[in-house]
């Protein structure tokens, strides 16, 4: 399976913790029927734990008092305690009606194209799980005074009982509608109940601390190897001194030997430990890297909520990062710390040598700053620059069979070209000064040597210093230059990396915090659209305006509008992708913001107009790269979006691998499979944006057949479409115009009102097909 990037969290496998097999709910049914009764009891023993989340959203439930009492999870849990009983009584007394579950393999050949079709046929995995079972029912016994409301436990969220009216499809509780669909629990039956692990927060700032302390902890240790090493480096000129001052003179092979054997234990030592801070330093960039690889590609994710995508570029900051801790001019600036050392003992040795190496360093660092100042901004430019050319080449990857049919490659090589030269002269404006700073500093070191040397000499012909300390002393004295020198030469990478630094830190403390959010019980597909504005950041256009309206759960809404209406803004909006201006969308009373949003993510379905799989496998790419999509689910969303026969076809059934163009799948079949997508895990809210777009007619019937499957377990749906061949499915219909609503009702209602603008043959005229559509007056019916 396709290795799919994952966030910092990490959600449990969607299984229910009393089944150690693993296997979907319709596969395991009958052992657990029997099991049921012992199987579940400690949990129905667990009132106070139920109690918590009832109190937890009496707040909601004052924001739409109308309709609280069906929907609100708080006051679905009385009711779901008692509708169990309700509805295990019928389907006890009615057993004809309980529908045996059965095998994929045996449900797998003739699901295909049909399985919808077959209604309540027991082949089905969504109808075999969607009736109550009798059997269950009186392992539980009827009179079970603690049947069940979602549980929360202390750290592993609702747990969803596993009674028939609650979990796993209740077509019986759910068929009478009223009764307030039972918290939700209603899929369609094939996929097993979600789990939500708690985790802790998301807190990227955390996250950013975390990384910088491990940074700080290891850099601790490497000052410390820095420190030995350096002083070590003192070794050889003081060999080179004792050589020539004490054993030339004394003659003495005994003292050579000793000082031989000791500079060369100091030698040694200083290899080791020098070797030692460079795997260290090492080890710290791929800690780094990996500490705060996983948040900043989370933080960028949930920065494109709001910006560009161009914050997915700071994953290149952070190799910019990384290398920069294990290149060289990093030790250089470890290393200038250390230069005062030098410079002291050179003093030791004589105080006129000291002064000259003084100067020059003073002399250097004079020309860090000037390297500084003069090249900041050429390499800010040139860093700019090189992430609109890295855009671009992303931009060219992904339509690269566009700019092949138009023959746009030399337009398009072009503007990453004028990017890319941009980039490339503000470089080379910056390196040549960095080259110039480097040559000035080499010389300053160079003619400092020589003039130690002839000052020393000088002095030593004065009788004041011997010649060893003369060689000692330069030597020393290239020690404590030759860092700072590394740290102007390296200095280009160091501005490089402290920009990349810069953006990782404002990326990830900019970030806000994905604080730990209640599991809610699953949702039953009430959406709350309330006074909705939008105005793209950076614009002062309105594409959404005053947007208010909603739905109850198994609603099926179609959105149709001209183009550049705001069909597809409100799509995604719809599902939590962009964020409005102002205003809420509430599935289930709660605002999409405060949903967590895995569980959310896990409860939403959203087909986009522009359909894009991942490279993958077809089977990833329906399971939405999860690695615990079990192949039953699969297999029931593939079977839903009638996608599984042409899957079949292919030489590797579901394992074809699909590239990240698309291909081997053709347009409309990327489409069925990103419907499979969007059903897959049965959601209660699915938004299709134009599903029909690339389909040809046995597409549109399964689209239908989805359609109805959707009706069939309450599951919410919002189709946007240009088509009116849609429109026979659903149950009501919103006309958008300009951002707004211009009409919402019932579908024979607004259809009669469109009606005015009849196209020939009687067909309603969809907006856009020609003539406006007859708008109404000014309060045209829009809202709740
Ligand atoms: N991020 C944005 N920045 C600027 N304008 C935007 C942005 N998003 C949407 N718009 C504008 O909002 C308007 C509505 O766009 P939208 O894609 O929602 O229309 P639509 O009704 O789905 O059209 P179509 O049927 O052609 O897909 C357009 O004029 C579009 O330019």
């Not at 295909?112 to 029912?137: F, H, I, L, N």
């Not at 939403?604 to 107009?609: A, D, H, R």
């Not at 489409?671 to 699915?686: E, H, K, M, S």
């Not at 469109?754 to 019916?781: E, I, S, Y």
């Amino acid at each position: 399976m396709t290795e799919f990037v994952s966030p910092t969290r990490v959600d449990p496998p969607l299984r229910r913790p009393t089944d150690p097999t693993g296997l979907p709910g319709f596969l395991v049914r009958p052992a657990r029927m029997a099991e049921g009764g012992t199987a579940e009891a400690p949990q129905a023993e667990a009132p106070k734990a139920t109690a918590a989340p009832v109190q937890a959203v009496p707040e909601q439930a004052n924001r739409a008092p109308a309709t609280t009492a069906k929907v609100t999870p708080v006051q679905a849990a009385p009711q779901q305690v008692a509708r169990p009983q309700a509805a295990s009584q019928p389907t006890a007394e009615a057993p004809a009606q309980k529908v045996v579950p059965t095998d994929p393999p045996a449900a797998a050949p003739e699901a295909p194209g049909d399985a919808t079709a077959k209604g309540a046929g027991a082949a089905d995995p969504v109808t075999a799980r969607a009736t109550p079972d009798p059997e269950e029912t009186v392992a539980r016994g009827p009179e079970d005074p603690t049947l069940p409301g979602p549980i929360i436990e202390a750290d592993r969220g609702p747990l969803r009982r596993k009674t028939p009216g609650l979990d796993g499809g209740d077509t019986g509780g759910r068929g009478s509608g009223d009764d307030g669909g039972g918290g939700g629990g209603g899929n369609g039956g094939a996929a097993p109940p979600r789990f939500h692990k708690r985790v802790g927060p998301e807190d990227y700032g955390r996250a950013l601390r975390l990384g910088i302390r491990a940074v700080r902890r290891n850099m601790v240790m490497v000052l410390v190897l820095t420190c030995a090493t350096n002083l070590l480096i003192l070794a050889i000129p003081i060999y080179l001194f004792q050589i020539s001052d004490r054993v030339l003179t004394s003659r003495s092979v005994d003292t050579l030997i000793m000082l031989t054997i000791v500079i060369v234990g100091a030698v040694i030592l200083q290899a080791v430990f020098d070797a030692i801070r460079r795997f260290m330093l090492m080890r710290t960039a791929v800690e780094v890297a990996a500490r705060l690889g996983a948040p900043i590609l989370s933080a960028a994710s949930a920065a494109a909520l709001h910006g560009s995508g161009r914050e997915y570029q700071t994953l290149g900051d952070l190799q910019q990062l990384r290398g920069f801790l294990v290149s060289g001019t990093l030790l250089s600036f470890l290393d200038v710390p250390f230069a005062p050392l030098f410079i002291l003992a050179i003093f030791l040795v004589h105080p006129h040598l000291g002064m000259i190496v003084v100067g020059t360093s003073l002399a250097l660092l004079v020309v860090t700053l000037i390297n500084q100042r003069c090249t900041a901004r050429s390499f800010a430019e040139a860093n700019a620059a090189q992430s609109r050319a890295n855009l671009h080449l992303e931009s060219m990857a992904r339509n690269s069979q566009i700019i092949n049919a138009l023959a746009m490659i030399p337009e398009a090589v072009r503007i990453w070209g004028r990017d890319t030269a941009t980039s490339l002269t503000a470089q080379v404006k910056a390196q040549d000064r960095n080259i110039a700073a480097s040559a000035i500093s080499r010389a300053v070191r160079l003619l400092t040597q020589i003039a130690m040397l002839g000052w020393g000499a000088y002095l030593a012909i004065q009788g004041e210093i011997t010649g060893g300390m003369v060689i000692a002393a330069s030597i020393i004295a290239g020690r404590a230059l030759s860092p700072i020198e590394g740290a102007i030469d390296g200095w280009s990478a160091y501005a490089m990396s402290r920009s990349s630094y810069g953006r990782i830190t404002a990326l990830l403390r900019n970030s806000r915090l994905q604080f730990e959010r209640l599991n809610l019980p699953r949702p039953e597909g009430r959406l709350d659209v309330e006074r909705l504005l939008y105005v793209p950041g950076g614009t002062k256009q309105v594409v959404l305006n005053g947007i208010s309206f909603s739905l109850s759960p198994g609603d099926t809404l179609a959105i149709i509008g001209n183009s550049g209406a705001g069909k597809t803004t409100l799509g995604k909006m719809l599902v939590g992708s962009i964020l409005p201006t102002s205003g809420n969308v509430r599935l289930d009373l709660m605002d999409l913001r405060n949903w967590d949003p895995r569980q959310l993510g896990e409860n939403i379905g959203y087909l986009p107009q522009d359909v894009q799989l991942f490279p993958g496998s077809i089977k990833d790419n329906i399971g939405r790269m999860r690695e615990d999509a079990t192949d039953a689910q699969i297999y029931h969303a593939a079977a839903l979006a009638d996608v599984h026969e042409m899957i079949a076809n292919l030489p590797q059934g579901y394992e074809t691998v699909v590239a990240a163009d698309g291909s081997p799948l053709s347009g409309g079949q990327k489409q069925r499979i990103a419907l499979a997508r969007a059903f897959f895990g049965d959601p209660r809210f699915v938004v299709l944006d134009e599903p029909n777009s690339n389909l040809d007619s046995a597409g549109d019937k399964a689209l239908a057949r989805a359609i109805q499957h959707a009706k069939k377990n309450k599951i919410t749906v919002i189709v946007v479409t240009q088509k009116p061949s849609l429109l026979t499915a659903v149950d009501k219909i919103m006309l958008l115009g300009d951002g707004t609503i211009q009409m919402f009702g019932e579908r024979m209602e607004v259809l009669k009102r469109l009606a005015g603008d009849k196209a020939p043959g009687g067909t309603p005229r969809m907006p856009g097909q020609g003539g406006a559509p007859r708008m109404p007056g000014p309060n045209g019916g829009a809202g709740k």
